[in-house]
Nanobody, 123 residues
């Protein structure tokens, strides 16, 4: 059974940085496509960044140039480096995994989800 545990959220001021981590428990991590998603109060969950098993990345337009997704297959860990944070980035951030090739930023195509970590950016 796959389990995902996120960490690294917190409160920062506008312009600050955070690094999120997601530890994957289970087998064959290197075969899974992974993604970061976020959900702000009153809004639907949206894709932030994704990385497939070959290392190909996809970023949402809203975070291009500011956020970087990466993975360490040896540590079974997914990362999201977030720079130049803005109040609009405030949300709960979720890690997701899917065996195979999901639509990179579409939440409904991922089968496994973490519990989320809160990111709050103040102006």
């Amino acid at each position: 059974e796959v389990q995902l545990v996120e960490s690294g959220g917190g409160s920062v001021q506008s312009g600050g940085s955070l690094r999120l981590s997601c530890i994957f428990s289970g087998n064959y991590y290197n075969l899974y496509s992974m993604g970061w998603f976020r959900q702000a109060p009153g809004k639907i969950r949206e894709g932030v960044a994704a990385i497939d098993r070959d290392g190909t990345t996809t970023d949402a337009d809203s975070v291009k140039g500011r956020f970087t997704i990466s993975r360490d297959n040896g540590k079974k860990t997914l990362y999201l480096q977030m720079n130049t944070l803005e109040p609009e980035d405030t949300a709960i951030y979720y890690c997701a995994a899917n065996l195979g090739r999901p639509v990179p930023l579409r939440p409904s195509t991922y089968g496994y989800w973490g519990q989320g970590t809160q990111v709050t950016v103040s102006s």
